[in-house]
């Protein structure tokens, strides 16, 4: 029997007039966006991360409980959020198939994708073709979510 989840993504903001939040734009804005995800099981966990050299592996590409490693078939859907109490920053990235996380901080570094401020959150669809990899800039704690695609 399928499983599924249904995520709903909301944007909202006042026009840049307002008095109270005012938005970046000219006029006010309402998004929304709700998809019916098909999904066979779900991984999650809270890290924590002891300084800004400790980088972390959270998703292997090649992990035999994920499936093989084929762009547009295998993959998922993740939900990050920085629950930090204090202002450090948490940087999720990719890295080839390897043995260790690479240290994500360094602002040259080219396999970074976004940085997560105190508070801020992201979900994004991934396919497992390369690993995902977590740094901090410092101690910081981090929630996810692997949502795995359902291939049926």
């Known amino acids: ?36 995800l098909e999904v066979d099981s779900v991984r ?14 959270i998703v292997t590409a090649a992990s035999e ?15 990050f959020k920085n629950i ?18 690479a240290d994500l901080g360094s602002n040259a570094n080219v396999d970074r994708l976004f940085t997560l401020r105190q ?5 994004v669809p991934i396919d497992y073709t390369r690993n995902i990899s977590v740094d901090a800039a410092g101690a910081a704690t981090l929630e996810y979510w692997l949502f795995n695609r359902s291939n049926t």
């Open 44 to 57: 999650s966990s809270t890290l924590t991360f002891a300084s800004d050299t400790d980088h972390q592996l």
């Open 1 to 36: 029997m399928a499983k599924y989840i249904k995520p709903t993504l909301t944007l909202t903001s006042n026009a840049s007039g307002a008095t109270t939040d005012p938005g970046p734009l000219s006029i006010a804005l309402s998004l929304s966006a709700t998809d019916k």
């Open 119 to 123: 508070g801020e959150f992201a979900w």
């Open 84 to 101: 930090t109490a204090s202002d450090i920053d948490i940087f999720i990235g990719v890295e080839p198939d390897a043995d260790a996380a």
């Open 65 to 79: 409980d994920l499936g093989s490693e084929v762009g547009g078939v295998n993959g998922g859907f993740m939900y």
